[in-house]
């Protein structure tokens, strides 16, 4: 049976508390420090996840760092770790790892990570973006609203995130604007789209008034935030860059926006997993043994296997979140971790 490895970590201490709970005699600071002296363990194992196309075992791997520890160690320390955990992933037999939490936002990790371990790695994005944009058109339908006739805004310079979103959704989006300085980028992707699929993407400079209009935002890249203060009521706000920071500050203000950055999804047994635990296991599954979704970038036919892939194994798009960093992997309560 082919298996899987998902490396995670807990968010803060207080998470560490709740799974260990003799830890909390220990002071917080002193656990931060400790954490970084103790070597990547084993948490649990799921020796049953079952689709219509075969069926895999995984073990997830945890590294005791909170999000706070990981954006301070030099990146030798951390990747020092990482490969630790990857050789206890080799060492389980597993064929394929993925990479949870901040482990997956930490720039190039991942990337030089895929180059020193001999089993593949992914970070789940492709499957994250393709379940978030198929989840919003969903909700839409909940809120008697068609995804077609929502005027949608994609916001980032970033080729190989904002260009595959566009063509991703230009085949039923009547009012579509992409935010763009760059002239000759924009021309480009222009006429592809319009000669592939007959939509005219309205290519725009003005950020501000863009935003007064949108229906739906998927913002790719790094930006200011108060730029988003002028986000229309009822608007989602999909943030698919690696930065959370973005709307941190507008979650506070704007209660009657819906913010997303992920997607749960059921398997045949009800194991509900986050979209990025869900990539992993496709690709188990599927025995593709390839580092498919790294340093956050897109690819369109990558994209498409994906939907294909969770329609074969029968896989339920269930609901579209916001997790704040928590992308279900260290405890995510509808998973049942105890399952043989």
């Known amino acids: 049976m082919n298996k899987f490895a998902y490396l995670i970590h807990p968010l803060e201490v207080q998470d560490l508390y709740k799974e260990f709970p003799l830890s909390k005699k220990i002071s917080k600071i002193f656990i931060e420090e400790l954490s970084t002296r103790i070597f990547p363990f084993k948490v649990f194992q799921i020796n ?146 319009l000669q592939e699929t007959g939509t005219v993407i309205h290519i725009s400079k003005e950020l501000d008034s863009a935003i007064k209009r949108a229906d739906i935002l998927f913002i790719t890249d790094s930006m200011n935030s108060k730029c988003l203060e002028f986000v229309k009521e009822g608007a989602f706000i999909c943030n698919l860059s690696g930065d959370r920071s973005i709307i941190i500050e507008l979650k506070k203000t704007r209660e009657d926006l819906f913010f997303v950055d992920d997607a749960i999804l059921t398997f045949p047994g009800f194991h509900r997993w986050n979209a990025s635990i869900t990539e992993t296991i496709i690709l188990t599954l599927e025995e593709v043994w390839e580092c498919f979704s790294l340093e956050r970038k897109l690819e369109i036919e990558k994209m498409n296997k994906i939907k294909q892939w969770i329609k074969e194994n029968n896989i339920q798009l269930t609901e579209v979140c916001n997790l704040d960093g928590n992308d279900g992997n260290f405890y995510y309560e509808n998973a049942n971790f105890l399952d043989n």
């Open 48 to 193: 049953k996840i079952q689709t219509s196309k075969g069926e895999v075992e995984g073990y997830f791997i945890l590294l005791p760092f909170t999000t706070k520890k990981i954006l301070e160690l030099p990146q030798e320390k951390l990747l020092k770790k990482l490969l630790k955990a990857c050789k206890m992933a080799e060492d389980l037999g597993a064929n394929m790892i993925g990479l949870g939490g901040m482990l997956s936002n930490i720039e190039n990790i991942d990337s030089i990570l895929s180059k020193k371990c001999s089993i593949p790695i992914t970070t789940g994005y492709t499957c994250r973006v393709v379940t978030v944009i198929d989840g919003v058109r969903k909700e839409t339908k909940k809120l008697k609203k068609e995804f077609k006739d929502c005027e949608i805004l994609v916001i980032g310079q970033n080729s190989s995130i904002s260009d595959e979103i566009i063509k991703y959704i230009a085949s039923e989006a009547r009012y579509l604007t992409w935010v763009s300085n760059n002239k000759e980028k924009s021309e480009v992707l222009f006429n592809q789209i």
